[in-house]
């Protein structure tokens, strides 16, 4: 089933970028986590997940905001000159850190529970029609259970987006894998020469270019929010 939040009352930032290996960036988010004083974006955060892109060379990280000024208000946390600009400068941290964050308009699968170990996938494209995009990501939850989807977040583009398309609303969805298998069936579908995507963009539903993270086995934490 699929779900409608209230407009506004739900964002999911990602955040992208290299390190100098997994175990040590991991090392130092579990420090992160257990000091008892936390980074000052803890706060506005009301859940992190996050985990490996590319093992042992990049991460994802995922902000699950209530509201958009505090998504807005993390965002420049982590500007040069912010509180958490510094962060770039640290050797485990390579650049470039790029960011993509949604509001998320529908749910599907909403009572199902985002568990450690779980692997995301993080896609984006163009649509000429947002609305009419998100009435169809809602109508879409048989298609995802045979794809073995556990849950999934849809939404349209807020702020600015790395991967935001020249032309059209960019539109982004955050489905939710059992595991790296399944998230690589999905993927094989996910891909502008594959049947399924070369139709929708031959009819112009769907404007390149696609994109696509990988954020998993994931671990979670709470914020403050």
Same mark, same amino acid.
């Given at each position: ?31 992160? %986590?257990?000091?008892?004083?936390? =980074? ?11 985990? =490996? ?16 000024? /505090? ?20 050797? &485990? &941290?390579?650049? =470039? ?9 529908? %749910? ?5 529970? %985002? ?20 009435? #169809? ?10 794809? @073995? &989807?556990? /849950?999934?977040?849809? @939404? ?10 020249? /032309? ?11 595991? #790296?298998?399944? /998230? ?16 929708? &963009? ?7 270019? #696609?994109?696509?993270?990988?954020? @998993? ?9």
């Amino acid at each position: 089933m699929a779900a409608r939040p209230a407009s506004g009352s739900m964002f999911i930032q990602v955040a992208s970028h290299g390190v100098s290996g997994y175990a040590a960036w991991k090392g130092m988010v579990d420090g992160m %986590v257990a000091a008892p004083e936390k =980074p000052p974006h803890f706060p506005l955060v009301k859940e992190f997940w996050a985990g =490996p892109n590319v093992m042992p060379s990049s991460i994802n990280v995922c902000h699950i905001f209530d509201s958009q000024e /505090k998504l807005q208000e993390c965002t420049k946390m982590f500007a040069p000159g912010g509180p958490m600009g510094e962060l770039t400068s640290n050797p &485990i &941290i390579k650049p =470039p850190m790029t960011w993509n964050q949604f509001d998320v308009r529908v %749910v599907v699968n909403e009572a199902n529970e %985002v568990e450690e170990g779980m692997v995301l996938g993080v896609y984006a494209h163009g649509v000429p029609d947002a609305d009419a995009w998100v009435d #169809l990501f809602a109508g879409s939850t048989e298609v995802m259970e045979k794809l @073995g &989807i556990v /849950k999934s977040y849809g @939404g349209v583009m807020v702020e600015d987006c790395a991967w935001a398309p020249e /032309k059209g609303t960019g539109v982004m969805v955050v489905h939710v894998f059992k595991d #790296l298998n399944h /998230k690589h069936e999905h993927d094989t579908m996910f891909d502008a020469t594959a049947p399924f995507f070369a139709d929708l &963009i031959e009819k112009g539903a769907v404007i390149q270019p #696609l994109h696509s993270s990988t954020c @998993g086995p994931l671990f979670k934490f709470s914020g403050s929010a």
